[in-house]
């Protein structure tokens, strides 16, 4: 199995987590999807969200795969009037990652993450490895002091 960037940084932080592999469809990258494939609760596969805020400029939301980012809450909490989704062709730049594969830690640039509140219900929760078909199972503690993110209500 391939070692991504993502899995070496918690590594070197002596982060315990695991990873689960599953066959990717191009037509269809939903959380649901990957939930499915890799016999885990939806509730418990977090997708990775790229915005833009006013003020602030790129930021990230971790968000449950059964939920839908509310973009009025991320703005309040992220300290902008307004946030939205930046383009798709945007991400990789930004990121380092492609759309599917985007994972919250080990992003090319430090961005602010802020992860939806329900993520410490759970002893561990599924984010991307930083590839498609990859997902890492972490403790949502340890993901949030991997990437110093922000608990929050955001859905």
Avoid at 5 to 30: P, Q
Wanted: charged content about 25%; hydrophobic content about 45%; proline content about 3%.
């Amino acid at each position: 199995m391939t070692k991504t960037n993502a899995a070496r940084i918690l590594d070197s932080f002596g982060i315990k987590y695991g990873l689960a592999a599953y066959d990717v469809d191009e037509m269809d990258l939903s959380a649901a999807t990957v939930a499915l494939k890799i016999g885990a609760d939806i509730e418990t596969v977090y997708k990775t969200l790229v915005l833009r805020g006013d003020k602030t400029g790129v930021l990230v939301a971790v968000i449950p795969g059964n939920k839908e980012l509310d973009l009025k809450k991320a703005a309040k909490i992220s300290g902008n009037k307004s946030v939205e989704m930046v383009a798709m062709k945007e991400i990789l730049e930004l990121t380092g990652y492609i759309r599917g594969g985007c994972s919250p830690v080990g992003m090319k640039k430090k961005y602010p993450v802020f992860i939806h509140e329900e993520c410490i219900l759970y002893d561990y929760i599924y984010v991307s490895a930083g590839m498609r078909g990859l997902q890492m199972k972490i403790n949502p503690d340890d993901l949030i002091a991997v990437t110093k993110a922000t608990v929050s209500d955001l859905t």
